[in-house]
């Protein structure tokens, strides 16, 4: 009889493989403007369950540069093989922070010799969790990564420490990050790493800076447009805790 159940076993395995992990929808890539594509990857994020992440493909001639990599080295190369079949180089990818959704794909775009950017403060908390760093770094607030045409900005901490946002001048889109929530939520989603007290001041900073955007593009869930900054100053700001209490704890809030 032990026999037989154990029998069964293996067979029951061998045909539902996929349930110690469930298969991830395959990367995503929706063109946003001329010359400007949003990629979407995803993974089962512990406590929220499938999530999102977008990133940029943003065309200068026959340049092309990556705003985050997608969330896995596996994608990163979905996304460079989609690229180069259509004619374009990849000079340049940009981490807006140092979370795997934003970095996951750094040290694959290293040995291809693709140049990586990132800030000062990203590399360092890049190399505190013992992760691949980008070769370039860059420590002013306002760094033109192609003169006159994609602008990234630090406006404080948020999400965390060391986000930035990306503006994208001649089409007038706004990548925010995880800066940004989208419209469909409340809450602050992953907070691990944020800095909630600087946060909404942190937005408005951005909304001073490129509140005349047309489209803006949240780290996480659907584009929009400048009504977003709006929307995450509002609920960062009604996050803060009251002077002499704790923040919230990160687990208890929902993506």
């Known amino acids: 009889m032990r026999n037989v159940l154990g029998a069964l076993l293996f067979i029951l395995i061998s045909i539902h493989p996929v349930a110690a992990k469930e298969e991830l929808p395959a990367l995503k890539i929706q063109q946003l403007s001329d010359g400007v594509y949003l990629h979407t990857s995803f993974q089962v994020y512990e406590g929220f369950g499938l999530v999102d992440s977008n990133g940029l493909v943003v065309l200068v001639g026959k340049d092309a540069y990556l705003v985050d990599t ?128 600087e946060w909404s001041h942190s937005v408005a900073n951005v909304q001073s800076k490129y509140g005349d955007a047309k489209i803006v593009v949240p780290g996480h869930g659907k584009i929009g447009d400048a009504s977003m900054l709006e929307h995450t100053r509002r609920i960062t700001a009604a996050a803060v805790p009251p002077r002499g209490s704790r923040q919230p704890n990160s687990k208890a809030l929902e993506d």
């Open 70 to 197: 997608p969330w896995s080295a596996e994608d990163t190369e979905k996304l460079l093989d989609w690229i180069t079949a259509r004619g374009f180089t990849v000079k340049g990818s940009i981490s807006t922070h140092f979370h795997v959704d934003r970095a996951a794909g750094i040290e694959f775009l290293n040995s291809k010799s693709i140049p990586t950017y990132a800030s000062t403060l990203t590399n360092q908390l890049l190399k505190a969790s013992a992760k691949p760093q980008a070769v370039n770094e860059f420590d002013s607030d306002n760094y033109w990564l192609v003169e006159d045409q994609i602008q990234i900005f630090y406006p404080g901490g948020g999400h965390s420490q060391d986000n930035v946002v990306v503006w994208l001048a001649d089409q007038q889109i706004l990548f925010g990050g995880c800066l940004i929530r989208p419209q469909e939520t409340e809450s602050l989603g992953n907070t691990g790493d944020a800095v909630i007290s």
